[in-house]
Nanobody, 122 residues
Framework: QVQLVESGGGLVQAGGSLRLSCAAS????????MGWFRQAPGKEREFVAR????????YVEDSVKGRFTISKDNAKNTVYLQMNSLKPEDTAIYYC???????????????WGQGTQVTVSS
């Protein structure tokens, strides 16, 4: 069993920054790929970024590449999503996710966090 707790969402103006945190717990979470997804109103949940916990390999979706960075802190068992140069279209609920698959497709996620709202005003 893996527990994921997100924090760090909020309201920010376009061009601003936010850092989301996902605290992980449970006996086996270090065997998982961790990642972030987002879901805007009326849209499907979409992949944003992932990181392999054991080797630290990362991947960021093209739509946010150069603006978003995913990282982890082993000592704190926490995964971060640093979001810079935010745009109104980044407005969504952001979810932390964990799964055994290296690709971490939506259908391959085993555990979800509760979500944190990010709102970017124009």
């Amino acid at each position: 069993q893996v527990q994921l707790v997100e924090s760090g969402g909020g309201l920010v103006q376009a061009g601003g920054s936010l850092r989301l945190s996902c605290a992980a717990s449970g006996r086996t979470f270090r065997a998982y790929t961790m990642g972030w997804f987002r879901q805007a109103p009326g849209k499907e949940r979409e992949f944003v970024a992932r990181i392999n916990w054991s080797v630290g390999r990362t991947y960021v979706e093209d739509s946010v590449k150069g603006r978003f960075t995913i990282s982890k802190d082993n000592a704190k068992n926490t995964v971060y999503l640093q979001m810079n140069s935010l745009k109104p279209e980044d407005t969504a609920i952001y979810y932390c996710a964990a799964g055994f698959s290296a690709q971490l497709a939506t259908t391959e996620v085993g555990y979800w966090g509760q979500g944190t709202q990010v709102t970017v005003s124009s």
